[in-house]
């Protein structure tokens, strides 16, 4: 992957309490601060354009593939290379976060359905959310691959708070009888990699997968209550 221009960088960082007034001025604050730069002043629209980066950048990267170079990502987003460099220094640092994104998402989906009064319906409707995304998303997936980027160590944390809380779904499902007993979360995780891997081959293009996961759903119910 191409580097970055390393003035960009540190004249970014040296200005960035020096530009503070401009950047509010144009909906940006620094999302750090030292001496006399306030960390509160304009911290909401500094989150607004950080959440703006990463949606232009998802887009870009899908698109162009990861060469597509940081000012650009910035012209397209309507803001300044300064205020992109102060939210990413790097591209590396971009890629990391908008993949992160994209987890958390899932994350907190998958937190908040633990706490319906349907846990097999809760269950299953992420399972769905999360084979849509599969193909929906391939495309960044695809970009990453051709730039062979490996990013699994900067989100692994992530991942495996999803690993959890899908443990959790699956925990009271069974215990409400909607689901098998004998299918543990690691069982049902490799269920879930294959089908999401098949979703996404070039061979399953014509593929319904909704039925693809009906029958995994169908097996995952089978002997459920027994």
Partial sequence: MGGIAVGHVLGALADRCRHEALDDLNGDSAPFTTGG??????AAPARRNRDQLLHVAAEAFAADGLQVPLDEIARRAGLGPGTLYRHFPTKEA???????????????????????????????????????????????????????????????????????????LLARAQRAGAVRRDIGTGELMGLLSGLMSAVRAPSARQADPGLMLAVLRTGLVTGAGA
């Fill in 94 to 168: 971009l890629v990391e976060a908008v993949v992160h994104e994209r987890l958390r998402a899932l994350l907190d989906d998958a937190r908040a359905r633990a706490a319906s009064n349907e846990p097999g319906a809760a269950l299953f409707g992420f399972m769905d959310r999360l084979v849509a995304e599969a193909r929906a998303k391939q495309d960044l997936v695809d970009a990453l691959a051709r730039a062979e980027v490996d990013i699994t160590a900067g989100v692994s944390e992530t991942a495996a708070d999803i690993r959890d809380a899908v443990g959790v």
């Fill in 37 to 42: 730069c306030s960390s509160a002043r304009g």
